[in-house]
């Protein structure tokens, strides 16, 4: 009864609230390109490229998963909204060997916040239990005082 009316509450917040207050109340997936190393290499249009990692936050009112995609080739000024996949195998290795790309390419890895937002669904889920159970309890301790009283 409880989980089902704060489903209620979250939907309808997420329906009523105004634009501008819905980042944290999000559907589907949302794609993050982080800087990882300046590059030489270009693409194909001539743009210039950095290495960066993306990941993916699938979201249905609270991040319910987190995906790391990997190495990607962002193009510089896009605001990390335009990118391409980083070559593998034999092309990568060309890329590396001519000076265009690092090698090794730079480690890189989620961090505490993607975990935390990328299954927020879930913590606030597993939290629902503890929050009942202090709210009993204050209710009946609240009782117990007005029954001595």
């Known amino acids: 009864m409880l989980l089902a009316r704060i489903l209620t509450c979250a939907i309808l917040l997420g329906i009523f609230w105004p634009a501008s207050a819905q980042a944290r109340i999000k559907f589907g997936s949302d794609e993050t390109?982080?800087?990882?190393?300046?590059?030489?290499?270009?693409?194909?249009?001539?743009?210039?490229?950095?290495?960066?990692h993306k990941i993916t936050t699938h979201f249905f009112l609270l991040?319910?998963?987190?995906?790391?995609?990997?190495?990607?080739?962002a193009i510089v000024g896009e605001g990390g909204k335009k990118y391409y996949r980083l070559p593998a195998g034999a092309e990568l290795e060309r890329l590396q060997?001519?000076?265009?790309l690092p090698h090794p390419l730079p480690p890189y890895s989620l961090n505490f916040f993607d975990y935390l937002f990328g299954y927020s669904l879930w913590i606030f889920i597993a939290s629902i239990p503890f929050w009942a159970s202090f709210l009993w309890f204050r209710k009946m301790r609240r009782n117990k005082s007005v029954e001595h009283s």
Do not use: C, M
């Not at 982080?34 to 960066?52: C, I, M, Q």
């Not at 060997?97 to 265009?100: K, T, V, W």
């Open 33 to 52: 390109i982080r800087f990882v190393a300046n590059v030489k290499a270009t693409g194909p249009g001539g743009e210039r490229l950095f290495l960066a």
């Open 63 to 73: 991040g319910t998963s987190v995906s790391d995609d990997g190495y990607v080739l």
């Open 97 to 100: 060997a001519q000076g265009l």
